[in-house]
């Protein structure tokens, strides 16, 4: 027994060495985040119209689509709508369904670059309820044989691992924490802020009309007063807004936009430009102000391929890992999602039906083209079989030459030819 225990000894020194080594932080220590998300939700989210609009719409987009429940049966994956897991999912709490848990946590991944859900189990401990925890709330505590053996709420309360779903973005400094896109964005968003507040400082300063009376130097000071009502009187009418003033021996000089003053207008653009790279959306914040139909179909299209789809195979990957083993193993239980209610990838469907037209009148099987197109047709009888058209011939095919040579049989009467005829060009028996 003592020799066993050595070894059980070495074996966890040399676990808890090589957490150490690759993370930077002992056993049972806290490790902690470099990037607060109650900044980010505060200088990010809540002060910059770009920032929110981003995360807005790659959070609407994810809540759109229903992640399911599928079990392998026979070799094919099939909906489970009445599994346990598929109502978890559906109903995770009381207080939100399915849609809005997700917008929540794809906006906490943004924001932090970290989502967490806290599993409350029944007396029999199945997880019963999912619910969402604030990202700044919740640090993890290094475990030995693990990287993370438990987590911290608000600092003193401890989670089991197990009873918490922690879904993060990819860090390369960090194999506990996620990165999160707005953190790569930073410096863009304190630039927009800057500029969207010397420009809110710049129109309190400059509240003037545009442009300046300039009256002669010999004016009086009863002759400069009357003038100077004259000209409160004109401003403060609303009646008269844009009309010609007429002050007397006076003269106007219009007023203009600094080069300055038309940089920082340059610079919003440029910094909600470079924002939309970093979520996946210039191209929607772009579009918004755009009337080209066309265009912005196609930009909606881009929208969900190159950024909603591998989200969403992201957080596929992460739910599946979370929850799948509280129900059944992950070679027969899995979670999936739903985009065939997506407009936008849906636009698609008259291009696909004549690629999979084509193709099978090149003699792919039906069952195929079903299957790699995703058509959610159930498999058919002689579906497995290609077939190609009978009634096509090349341009230069002699038909004397293989009737003579014995590969094919010609036509013995004028009945069967023009039978023949009637298959090939629709034409009727005369």
Known sequence: MAILDFFKRKQQTAQTSAIEKATGNRAGAIAWTDWGSEAATKEGYKASAWVYRSIAMRANAVASVPFVVESLKNGEWQREPNHPLQMLLDNPNPEMGQGELMRLLTTHLDLAGNGYWLKVRNAVGKAVELWPLLPHEVTAVMGTAELVQGYKLRGHTNLLREDVCHIAYTNPSSLIYGQSPLQAAAKAVDVDNAAAAWQKVSMQNRGIPDGVFSLEDDVTAEQFEQARQQVAEQYANQGNARSPWVVARAKWQQMSLTPAEMDFLNTRLSTREEIGVVFGTAEMLASLASANRASAQEVRKSFWIDTIIPLLEELRWALNIALVPEYGKSSTLRINYDTSGVAAIRADEKETLEIIKGLWSMGVPFNVLAQRY????????????????????????????????????????????????ALAYGTKNR
Not at 375 to 404: K, M
Not at 415 to 421: G, L
């Open 374 to 421: 995703e058509l959610g047709i159930e498999p058919i009888d002689g579906g497995d079989v290609g077939y190609l058209p009978t009634g096509v011939l090349p341009a230069d095919f002699d038909f004397a030459s293989q009737v003579s040579a014995g590969q094919i049989d010609a036509p013995s009467d004028s009945e069967t030819i023009k039978a023949m005829a």
